[in-house]
């Protein structure tokens, strides 16, 4: 015979979500929540719930491949398409970013195309190489000339992604910085000179330093490459004016819409045209991507181990030299794509805990076609989006597009001028500048400009991985400080012949700000006569912990030596509770009136003020005669 047990869910898109599971009677629970539905069903139902709730989570395909059909499957191709255009040439350039030849770029492309599409919880998103990415994996490449590190990263990335949650004051500055680093180590391949740097000021050192080897072709095309880019992307605008327009003009908007989508193709197209012919007649104005390796990655293992400047190091010596990178590059992907993710959402949820793990699979199966690390792209996203994509089936189609250049025009990419690539690169990187967002923080809170700077400054100044560091640092400084000294509101009060001292903490009250809220009390009950009858408000304040219960019993006892009455009023019982647990005692001294008129009169009844004998009735507030705010 089964066991019955009660199982709670909740109606959502006409599907039970499970809630939990009850061997008591259920109707207490389904009177204080209309919306729950209570049913009764075996063990081996329950079962079968949790785990189909699972496997829809954990896999979203399996919850809309049932209503595929043939209209979704056109449309997620012809987005698929329209992705890959953008994709090939980004990768490509990303690729230099990382230190790596082109085809890495390539390798990185294709893999997390067809895992998304099990995994991925947003049909927008497009998992794949990002310039964040290239440039911070490209000190590990550089350093130790080999690829194997770019390749390894990418598995050690994909096996510890960790959901961390930071401040955007950080994340604006260090972006900002990004951006800016990348645009700056690319200024070499745009003026076609030689150099190494890679970081912000090596690269501005680098250009000092051979800004006489400038060859006047590479800046041309590369000037020419980025205002291209730059128009194409206003080109959208016109789009959005040809909606309500003739069919005629709808079709033009239609085409411009698809140039303006397809513009990094077209430069790379039009940039290796122009190479091709010029060289053919032997002229070499611009200096090439060069050979790309034939063929597809070969699948494996990542490496874990390598030969670097002829000593062969083990696992553990390569894991050791990414050093706190480790935390920070996983950090930096997953902040992209769900930052892109919600973007997109469209005020859906997004479940950034599934895209956590869809993020962290495509890494670690993209490394075993050799690929540098991955996140999110908002630009490819964004064209994702604008093509009408419907699920994210659509990364077949760009999976496939990638892995049909690879095996089929390796040899033509051998023509796309670096200069090209660098234009492809900086026009990328300029809209991930916040350039808004000291105007906006100017406008609202200024201190907030003081983490931003330091951030983007120190970023600039001593890298991504020890700038962001030093972000976090200050804004945890900013958190703390701001939890140790919460705003305290204090006024006094006169009502009828009675001075009240109403203290009103403005935010929660957590164990930093215990000392602080017993001190600010303490020190203004020193200012006034030992008859004022301090309040202390706890409207604002959701809950504590046992240390500032601690100190609240230490206030009251500093206050009965002063033969001075307190009374903590209005805060939730919670705070009573663990007032409570400190002191048994406490409990006399909450009230939970709906006035200070009301309160007052309590306290009469309860012949706790002197002079009880008073005609309270008719009791009226009088002006404030102090205010002052801590």
């Known amino acids: 015979m089964n066991t019955l047990y009660f199982v709670k869910a909740r109606r959502i898109d006409h599907n039970y979500h499970y809630l939990g599971i009850s061997g008591q009677d259920p109707e207490p629970a389904c009177s204080s929540k209309a919306a729950d539905t209570v049913t009764s ?45 953008t994709l090939i040439p980004q990768s490509i350039a990303y690729a230099e970013i990382a230190g790596l030849q082109p085809q890495y770029g390539l390798y990185s492309a294709f893999m997390s195309c067809f895992v998304y599409i099990f995994l991925g919880s947003c049909k927008d998103i497009t998992i794949g190489p990002t310039a964040m990415m290239g440039i911070m ?25 960790i959901l961390v949650g930071l401040l955007r004051l950080v994340t604006a500055g260090f972006i900002s910085a990004a951006a800016i680093t990348i645009a700056s180590s690319q200024l070499k391949s745009l003026l076609g000179i030689k150099g190494d740097g890679h970081s912000f000021l090596e690269s501005w050192e680098n250009l000092f330093h051979h800004i006489q080897d400038t060859k006047p072709g590479d800046v041309t095309l590369g000037i020419c490459t980025v205002v291209l880019l730059l128009i194409g992307r206003k080109l959208k605008d016109f789009v959005g004016r040809c909606q309500n327009s003739s069919s005629v003009q709808k079709l033009i908007g239609k085409m411009v819409w698809m140039v303006s989508i397809s513009r990094n193709s077209i430069v790379v197209i039009i940039g290796m045209m122009l190479a091709y012919i010029l060289e053919s007649k032997g002229y070499k104005p611009f200096k090439l ?35 706190t990178s480790l935390i920070s590059i996983p950090f930096i992907s997953f902040l992209e794509t769900v930052a892109t993710a919600k973007a997109f959402s469209k005020g859906k949820a997004v479940d950034a805990s599934q895209e956590l793990f869809a993020l962290g699979f495509s890494n670690v199966l993209s490394s075993f076609v050799r690929s540098f690390p991955l996140a999110g792209s908002f630009s490819r996203t964004a064209v994702n989006n604008g093509s009408g994509v419907k699920t994210p089936l659509g990364g077949l189609m760009t999976g496939v597009m990638v892995l049909m250049a690879l095996g089929l025009l390796t040899s033509t990419f051998a023509y796309i001028p670096k200069a090209t690539l660098a234009g492809v690169i900086i026009s990328a990187v300029l809209s991930l500048v916040e350039f808004e967002m000291v105007p906006l923080l100017w406008r609202t809170k200024r ?20 700038g962001m560091l030093i972000g976090i640092a200050v804004n945890l400084m900013f958190i703390l400080y701001n939890s140790a000294r919460p705003k305290v509101k204090v006024r006094s009060l006169t009502i009828e012949t009675e001075e009240v001292l109403l203290v009103t903490p403005e935010q929660g009250l957590v164990f ?32 504590i912990d046992s240390t500032v219960a601690k100190n609240m019993t230490l ?27 400190i002191d048994a005692k406490m409990s006399k001294y909450f009230s939970y009136e709906d006035n200070l008129e009301c309160l ?13 004998d008073k005609n309270t009735n008719g009791i009226e507030k009088t002006p404030l005669n102090n205010e002052s705010s801590v």
């Open 41 to 85: 069903c075996t063990v081996r139902e329950v079962s079968e719930m949790c785990t189909k709730d699972l496997v829809h989570r954990r896999f979203p395909i399996t919850t809309w491949l049932p209503q595929y059909n043939f209209s979704t499957f056109v449309q997620d191709m012809l987005a698929g398409l329209t992705v890959a255009l």
């Open 137 to 161: 994996t490209n000190p590990f490449v550089v350093q130790n000339n080999n690829p194997d590190f770019a390749v390894l990263l990418c598995f050690l990335v994909g096996c510890v992604m």
């Open 289 to 323: 991507t060069g050979e790309i390796e034939e063929g597809f990655p070969p699948f494996g293992l990542p490496p874990f181990s390598t030969v670097s400047h002829n000593a062969t190091l083990s696992f553990d010596d390569m894991a050791s030299k990414f050093g």
């Open 447 to 466: 201190v907030d400009l003081i983490p931003m700077a330091v951030t983007f400054v120190a970023c600039l100044g001593v890298g991504l991985d020890c």
């Open 512 to 543: 930093p700000a215990a000392e602080y809220i017993r001190d600010v009390v303490f020190r203004y009950c020193l200012t006034k006569e030992s008859n004022v009858i301090v309040v202390l408000e706890g409207t604002n304040v959701h809950h």
């Open 555 to 581: 206030l009251v006892e500093d206050l009965n030596i002063r033969k001075q009455k307190i009374v903590f009023w209005n805060w939730k019982h919670s705070a009573e509770v663990v007032c409570r647990g």
């Open 600 to 612: 007052l009169q309590d306290m009469v009844a309860e012949n706790l003020l002197s002079g009880t």
